[in-house]
């Protein structure tokens, strides 16, 4: 986990202002290198989740760092990824309700979909008759830190059901698509193996019925700790925990199936800090706000599902500890990091880094209240850099192309 210091943050902060968006490249290869041990020898392949942060600077050291490939939501995604040098058997385009034109426009550059709906199914038939194509299941087992990303469970927009795979079969017949690959995601933030388990066996199960099957693919959501102070999830609990499960399926089928996982927060959370400036201190009866130049515009997990986000006091790493809430500044009432967050004495202008923000940070954030996306710098070595400018009042004003002065 990158926790930063002083000699760090102030240059930074002092060269591209607060608040900042700065990662450490280490952390992102330690990250890489835990996740490539863990399952070594299991005929696994690794598709970065880009959603969680799709900085291109973060990216390629998460492709020089041994990850195989990119898990793609967008057309976008997928077109940065081949500007990236990835090629498109490295791509897996993973949407959510894409429109016809999305799914045309992927399968013209070469990409290999996995859709999760039998009217995508049938789309891609109709644009792409005799595609290879991927299909995500409902494993009906969910997991997650909040509701809000549990997305394996029945009641979720996500995967087709266990009542449609022969419905599956039929499409597939009818259009002459192969289905080589059979996915599932049971969440986002998981710490304990038995549900991602029996996830697996619920992609093996469907993996029996179809003899062209050549991948399976279990999707990502492996726990992240947010907390310093606690113990990181162990991976080695999940990789052992589906051996046998995929011995049992290779002695029953007599085939060697190739395993894919889609790591993201994983590789890139614990990379990044958000660093703000405190600009203002409230008393209200028995709580201090601390008032910061950030909001959920910028970060949007505490808001969104309640997450907990960690704190530093860069500037007064040595202060007394004290009980505080540290509020944005968006008008919300939503818009609070943290209630009762011990952290060391904080004063007006200190800077304070919140840890863990690089999945899902930046790549949530908004111009909400008209505020700007900030500049993101990477820590490489000894080589600071920016790896992405910070908007203006007139960049955000200039994307409007009506005549309004």
């Known amino acids: 986990m990158f926790i930063p210091n002083k000699s760090q943050i102030d240059p930074i902060v002092e060269a591209y202002g607060s608040p900042v968006f700065v990662t450490d490249a280490a952390v992102i290869r330690t990250q890489a290198k835990y996740l490539l041990e863990v399952f070594e020898g299991m005929n696994m392949k690794m598709f970065y989740a880009v959603k969680a942060n799709f900085n291109p600077s973060v990216v390629k050291v998460i ?100 009542d449609d795979i022969e419905a599956v079969r039929a499409v597939c017949t009818e259009y002459d698509l192969k289905l080589v690959g059979i996915h599932s995601h049971i969440g986002s933030g998981f710490y304990e193996p038995e549900g991602f388990a029996s996830s697996v066996e619920a992609v093996c199960e469907v993996a029996r019925k179809f003899e062209t099957t050549e991948f399976v693919d279990f999707g990502g959501g492996f726990g992240v700790q947010y907390d310093p102070n606690k113990a990181e999830i162990d991976l080695s609990q999940f990789a052992e925990s589906i051996k046998p499960i995929i011995a049992s399926y290779e002695s029953d089928t007599q085939k060697t199936l190739e395993l894919r996982i889609e790591p993201g927060k994983i590789l890139v959370s614990q990379s990044t800090v958000l660093c703000t400036t405190v600009t203002t201190l ?124």
Request: include cysteine.
């Open 282 to 405: 409230k008393a209200k009866g028995d709580d201090i706000f601390v008032g910061i130049n950030s909001g959920f515009a910028n970060y949007m997990r505490p808001a969104m599902y309640g997450a907990y986000q960690h704190f530093v006091n860069v500037s007064n790493p040595d202060g007394a500890m004290q009980k505080v809430q540290i509020a944005g500044n968006v008008c919300e009432t939503c818009d609070i990091f943290n209630h009762g967050l011990d952290i060391n004495t904080v004063r007006e202008g200190d800077v304070l880094a919140m840890l863990v923000a690089g999945g899902y940070g930046s790549a949530m954030s908004s111009n909400y209240n008209l505020r700007p996306t900030l500049p993101e710098v990477m820590i490489d070595g000894d080589s600071v850099k920016l790896t992405r400018k910070g908007q203006s009042y007139e960049d955000i004003m200039n994307s409007y192309i009506t005549q309004w002065k």
């Open 63 to 162: 492709k020089d760092s041994g990850i195989y490939g990119i898990d793609a939501v967008s057309p976008n995604e997928v077109q940065m990824a081949l500007e990236l040098g990835y090629t498109p058997d490295q791509i897996i385009f993973t949407p959510s309700n894409p429109s016809t034109a999305e799914i045309k426009e992927v399968s013209e550059k070469g990409v290999l979909q996995n859709l999760g709906s039998l009217s995508e199914l049938k789309r891609l038939g109709e644009v792409a008759r005799g595609s290879k194509v991927s299909i995500r299941i409902c494993p009906e087992v969910g997991g997650g830190e909040f509701d809000k990303v549990n997305t394996g469970g029945m009641n979720t927009k996500f995967g087709i059901t266990m």
